[in-house]
């Protein structure tokens, strides 16, 4: 791995301000896994409150404008979510993709945006079932990496990769070690041909799609997997803890 692998809650949409208990526990208990960086994503209005309550773990947001300040009613920019605490900003989550019909363009935008606002960015990709199913998967994922790999001058610093495949977003599902081991090994030779060397192996490659407890050693102990991006599981500090413990114990494995 290239650095400590790196488990990230992403809470998507939820969460009051009585989740802020499970991120005092999330934190408490993180500073006992130093070997393991450990962030959760709240939504924009519990960034603020979550950064107050960390004192070991990152705080991210979900999401952020491309633009700067101005006439966008709903929208939050990137130096908004830095201002609130954020240091990394998530992007090109299928989610988004999907919902907000967001394009490469759109993504790259964001990026630079993020970037200058002193971000960091975990980079999401991932095929639907059916791309999969045509034999296609690895083609489009790499696809839309080269699209916004080039925005980054400085990887080491600023990227993160997460691989969810569409199809296990959710869903119980999650793709075999087999195939995750070969995706990642695709992207990790496109991160070398990109950076070298040297630049990219401090990027780490996330895997997101039903990571829970019960299978978070396996999956994290699969060759260039440097952590995970946890939806539903990072809900309950019990269960993302339970990931933490699997990242603790792949790393000494
Ligand atoms: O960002 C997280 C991913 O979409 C995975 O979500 P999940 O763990 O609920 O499958």
């Not at 992007?91 to 988004?96: P, Q």
């Not at 790259?108 to 200058?116: G, H, L, R, T």
């Not at 080491?156 to 090994?185: F, K, N, Q, S």
């Amino acid at each position: 791995m290239a650095e400590r692998p790196y488990i990230v809650g992403n809470w998507k949409m939820n969460g009051t301000r009585a989740m802020l208990s499970e991120a005092r526990a999330i934190d408490r208990a993180a500073q006992r896994y130093m070997k393991v960086e450990v962030a959760v994503a709240p939504p924009y209005t519990l960034i603020h409150a979550v950064h107050k309550e960390a004192e070991q773990i990152g705080v991210g947001a979900q999401d952020c404008h491309a633009g700067p300040e101005g006439a966008h009613t709903g929208d939050i920019n990137a130096p908004m979510v830095a201002d609130a605490g954020a240091k990394f900003v998530i992007l090109g989550h299928s989610e988004r993709r999907q919902d907000h019909a967001e394009t490469n363009e759109c993504i790259n935008a964001k990026i630079e945006s993020a970037i200058d606002a002193g971000l960091r960015v975990i980079l999401c990709c991932g095929e639907t079932l059916e791309t999969r199913d045509a034999g296609k998967a690895e083609e489009f994922v790499l696809g839309q990496l080269k699209a916004a790999l080039p925005k980054f001058e400085d990887p080491a610093e600023r990227l993160t990769v997460a691989y969810e495949p569409i199809w296990a977003i959710g869903t119980g599902r999650t793709a075999t070690a087999d195939d995750i081991a070969a995706m990642h090994g695709a992207i990790r030779q496109l991160l070398v041909d990109t950076y070298g060397e040297e630049a990219s192996a401090m990027v780490r490659i996330l895997y997101g799609g039903s990571v829970k407890p019960e299978n978070a050693r396996e999956i994290l102990a699969t060759p260039e997997v440097g952590g995970a991006l946890v939806g539903g599981a990072s809900l309950s500090a019990e269960s993302f803890l339970g990931i933490v413990v699997g990242a603790s114990e792949s790393d000494e494995s």
